[in-house]
């Protein structure tokens, strides 16, 4: 499974981007898929969520400015990024995690985009 990140770019303070992550397989079933970013100097941190069943989850220094969705049928995950501020910068990938058959586990990782928000 590939998965290919996009949209990433340089962006003023306040202004919006959106990422997208086309998988190139279709698995047998996916849990969660999930953008995580990680700036430089720090650990990859989780930014949202979704799960299967369209359940979505935010950390709290992006709540109400992000939204995670999907297109199932475009296999494609999306973080729309709205209001951003400057410590929104950092590498963003994409994970997907989920089953290639009943028997195997798969736990898949984006290239990154890199986003960088000037003041």
């Known amino acids: 499974v590939q998965l290919q990140a996009s949209g990433g770019g340089l962006v003023q303070a306040g202004g919006s981007l959106r990422l997208s992550c086309a998988a190139s397989?279709?698995?047998?079933?996916?849990?969660?898929r999930a953008w995580y970013r990680q700036a430089p100097g720090e650990q990859r941190a989780l930014v949202a969520s979704i799960t299967s069943g369209g359940k979505t989850n935010y950390a709290d220094s992006v709540k109400g400015r992000f939204t995670i969705s999907r297109d199932i049928a475009k296999n494609t995950l999306y973080l729309q990024m709205n209001s951003l501020k400057r410590e929104d910068t950092a590498v963003y990938y994409c994970?997907?995690?989920?089953?290639?058959?009943?028997?195997?586990?798969?736990?898949?990782w984006g290239q990154g985009t890199q986003v960088t928000v000037s003041s």
């Open positions: 994970n997907q995690k989920g089953y290639s058959d009943p028997w195997t586990s798969r736990d898949d």
């Open positions: 397989t279709v698995l047998f079933k996916v849990d969660t």
